[in-house]
């Protein structure tokens, strides 16, 4: 019945009415198309289920249904023969489309739901959509602009997702937040900056001019006098992205113009802290943060640790590394044999310290401690033994602080060192007495004797600065008169040793100063570094 209908009301349509003629709510009816290609109006039909075109349904009233007439499409297009008068056939016949196994089913005309794709005629003209059409002449319409149509629910489904994502962030301790907002800048910019030898960039050679510098050359013939504290600073090396961790002057003599920093930036530079304060060479070998570095006694390689387990030994000279390993643990302690240069110690987040020999690239000797981690070693004087300090601060671990190791047979001397619930970040020995000092989360120096039973002196004790958690640096004069330590609040202390009392306090960094070291040759200059990245020269 509905195809009689269908077929009476478009044969009177269009036997009575002329082309173009208009409709009584002002929509003109389009009978036209019958006598033109479906390329030359497209605003008027939609696309039906079979990925043909239809007009679309027009109704002139919606309390007349008598006003409301089928689009001139083919509802007899599946069956050819269905068709009453060939005058309403397209003008050229279109190809078949081939349907999958499962077509979907088809819309129904009588509803008012358009079919998926459909852009009605005012909307197509106001975003200019754009007809495409296939070279088998079924036109394809793509937009210029593509709108969020499209799987809404799914969009907005994985947008609310991501939201979630974001919103939950995990909690990051204060002091590593600046590690965090170098990360992310680091990574940002890892595209156009390579990441060491993973990266496939080799260190240049080392530019350092043959002759001595005029600074230094005057004391190489002479003894080494009186330290004297300096007062102004010389040079503010600025550089490094990141957390300056350590500083350390060349041991050769004819060499100390040259200055190693280490940085939480993935790099260490070499600078000229003397003559010009410019940075000499920068070195990115490492994929993570920097955490220790040396000079090699001979003052030509740079053995440097980092996060990332790896340990490389560079040439300054070549710009080569004499050796590449990797370790099991990030690196925060390296320490040259005293005697046996070929041969180094180093510690980390283990419990586990290792000897390594360059030559062989292997691990000679292990040394277990079962404690957390390892935060500095030293080696006493003949080099038969060395001192570690581990973060081991619970009730029951206070002689677990400090331990005294025998380096061939990988035994422990001694435990029962220091017995104060407090870890020692640093460890430094003095030049010309048989004692050592620790530096200690209490808040001050504790000073130690060098040979066995290591006692603690309960009378002698360095306070005034602040530690608070960070790996603060102290270190001894090269004439063992003065002690110089960094402070959390960012002053550096200078101490007389034998009364114990405060010398004088330099006031240069905003952030901890973490490091600090007197000058091997030059009586009065020495070098700060702090967490807020930069590096200054005291004369």
Same mark, same amino acid.
């Given at each position: 019945?509905?195809?009689?209908?269908?077929?009476?009301?478009?044969?009177?349509?269009?036997?009575?009415?002329?082309?173009?003629?208009?409709?009584?709510?002002?929509?003109?009816?389009?009978? !036209?198309?019958?006598?033109?290609?479906?390329?030359?109006?497209?605003?008027?039909?939609?696309?039906?289920?079979?990925?043909?075109? @239809?007009?679309?349904?027009?109704?002139?009233?919606?309390?007349?249904?008598?006003?409301?007439?089928?689009?001139? @499409?083919?509802?007899?297009?599946? &069956?050819?023969?269905?068709?009453?008068?060939?005058?309403?056939?397209?003008?050229?016949?279109?190809?078949?489309?081939?349907?999958?196994?499962?077509?979907?089913?088809?819309?129904?005309?009588?509803?008012?739901?358009?079919?998926?794709?459909?852009?009605?005629?005012?909307?197509?003209?106001?975003?200019?959509?754009?007809?495409?059409?296939?070279?088998?002449?079924?036109?394809?319409?793509?937009?210029?602009?593509?709108?969020?149509?499209?799987?809404?629910?799914?969009?907005?489904?994985?947008?609310?997702?991501?939201?979630?994502?974001?919103?939950?962030?995990? *909690?990051?301790?204060?002091?590593?937040?600046?590690?965090?907002?170098?990360?992310?800048?680091?990574?940002?910019?890892?595209?156009?900056?390579?990441?060491?030898?993973?990266?496939?960039?080799?260190?240049?050679?080392?530019?350092?001019?043959?002759?001595?510098?005029?600074?230094?050359?005057?004391?190489?013939?002479?003894?080494?006098?009186?330290?004297?504290?300096?007062?102004?600073?010389?040079? +503010?090396?600025?550089?490094?992205?990141?957390?300056?961790?350590?500083?350390?002057?060349?041991?050769?003599?004819?060499?100390? +113009?040259?200055?190693?920093?280490?940085?939480?930036?993935?790099?260490?530079?070499?600078?000229?802290?003397?003559?010009?304060?410019?940075?000499?060479?920068? *070195?990115?070998?490492?994929?993570?943060? #920097?955490?220790?570095?040396?000079?090699?006694?001979?003052?030509?390689?740079?053995?440097?640790?980092?996060?990332?387990?790896?340990?490389?030994?560079?040439?300054?000279?070549?710009?080569?590394?004499?050796?590449?390993?990797?370790?099991?643990?990030?690196?925060?302690?390296?320490?040259? +044999?005293?005697? &046996?240069?070929? #041969?180094?110690?180093?510690?980390?987040?283990?419990?586990?310290?290792?000897?390594?020999?360059?030559?062989?690239?292997?691990?000679?000797?292990?040394?277990?401690?079962?404690?957390?981690?390892?935060?500095?070693?030293?080696?006493?004087?003949?080099?038969?033994?060395?001192? !570690?300090?581990?973060?081991?601060?619970?009730?029951?671990?206070?002689?677990?602080?400090?331990?005294?190791?025998?380096?061939?047979?990988?035994?422990?001397?001694?435990?029962?060192?220091?017995?104060?619930? *407090?870890?020692?970040?640093?460890?430094?020995?003095?030049?010309?007495?048989?004692?050592?000092?620790?530096?200690?989360?209490?808040?001050?120096?504790?000073?130690?004797?060098?040979?066995?039973?290591?006692?603690? !002196?309960?009378?002698?004790?360095?306070?005034?600065?602040?530690?608070? /958690?960070?790996?603060? /640096?102290?270190?001894?004069?090269?004439?063992? &008169?003065?002690?110089?330590?960094?402070?959390?609040?960012?002053?550096?202390?200078?101490?007389?040793?034998?009364?114990?009392?405060?010398?004088?306090?330099?006031?240069?960094?905003?952030?901890?100063?973490?490091?600090?070291?007197?000058?091997?040759?030059?009586?009065?200059?020495?070098?700060?570094?702090?967490?807020?990245? &930069?590096?200054?020269?005291?004369?």
């Amino acid at each position: 019945m509905a195809s009689l209908v269908a077929y009476e009301d478009s044969d009177s349509e269009a036997e009575t009415e002329p082309a173009g003629s208009f409709h009584p709510v002002g929509q003109m009816e389009d009978t !036209s198309a019958m006598l033109r290609p479906p390329e030359q109006d497209f605003g008027s039909r939609v696309l039906d289920a079979t990925g043909g075109w @239809a007009p679309s349904l027009v109704c002139g009233s919606h309390d007349d249904p008598t006003t409301c007439r089928l689009p001139l @499409a083919r509802l007899w297009s599946q &069956d050819p023969g269905s068709c009453p008068s060939q005058r309403l056939r397209w003008p050229r016949p279109e190809p078949e489309a081939t349907l999958p196994a499962s077509p979907p089913a088809r819309p129904s005309l009588w509803t008012s739901q358009a079919p998926a794709g459909h852009v009605p005629l005012a909307a197509a003209r106001s975003k200019q959509v754009r007809v495409c059409w296939e070279p088998s002449g079924s036109p394809k319409p793509s937009l210029d602009a593509r709108t969020g149509s499209e799987g809404p629910g799914k969009g907005s489904s994985s947008l609310q997702r991501k939201r979630r994502e974001d919103c939950v962030v995990p *909690y990051i301790p204060k002091r590593l937040r600046p590690l965090q907002a170098l990360s992310t800048e680091t990574d940002s910019g890892k595209d156009t900056e390579a990441r060491g030898p993973l990266a496939g960039r080799v260190p240049a050679p080392l530019c350092v001019a043959p002759e001595v510098s005029e600074f230094i050359q005057p004391y190489l013939d002479s003894q080494y006098k009186e330290t004297k504290i300096p007062k102004t600073v010389l040079f +503010h090396l600025r550089g490094h992205r990141g957390p300056v961790n350590s500083v350390q002057w060349c041991p050769v003599s004819a060499r100390s +113009h040259m200055l190693l920093s280490t940085s939480m930036d993935k790099t260490f530079k070499v600078w000229n802290a003397v003559d010009s304060g410019s940075c000499l060479q920068t *070195y990115s070998l490492h994929s993570e943060a #920097v955490r220790a570095a040396r000079w090699s006694p001979c003052g030509r390689r740079i053995l440097s640790g980092g996060f990332d387990f790896a340990l490389h030994l560079t040439d300054l000279e070549t710009g080569t590394q004499l050796f590449s390993s990797r370790s099991d643990f990030r690196i925060t302690a390296l320490r040259f +044999h005293p005697r &046996d240069h070929s #041969v180094f110690v180093c510690g980390g987040f283990s419990s586990e310290m290792k000897a390594w020999d360059i030559r062989t690239s292997k691990v000679v000797r292990s040394y277990k401690a079962t404690i957390q981690q390892t935060l500095d070693i030293l080696f006493l004087r003949e080099g038969s033994e060395f001192l !570690s300090s581990t973060d081991a601060s619970s009730r029951d671990s206070a002689d677990r602080t400090i331990i005294a190791w025998d380096f061939q047979s990988s035994a422990k001397i001694s435990n029962q060192i220091f017995h104060e619930r *407090y870890t020692c970040p640093s460890l430094t020995l003095h030049p010309r007495e048989p004692v050592f000092l620790a530096q200690t989360n209490g808040n001050y120096l504790a000073l130690f004797s060098a040979v066995w039973p290591y006692r603690m !002196s309960r009378r002698r004790r360095y306070e005034g600065h602040k530690v608070e /958690g960070y790996s603060v /640096g102290c270190e001894c004069s090269p004439d063992g &008169d003065l002690l110089l330590t960094g402070s959390a609040d960012g002053r550096t202390l200078v101490y007389s040793f034998r009364t114990a009392s405060r010398a004088r306090t330099l006031h240069g960094h905003t952030q901890a100063c973490v490091g600090a070291t007197f000058h091997p040759v030059l009586p009065s200059m020495l070098a700060t570094c702090s967490w807020e990245g &930069d590096v200054k020269i005291w004369h």
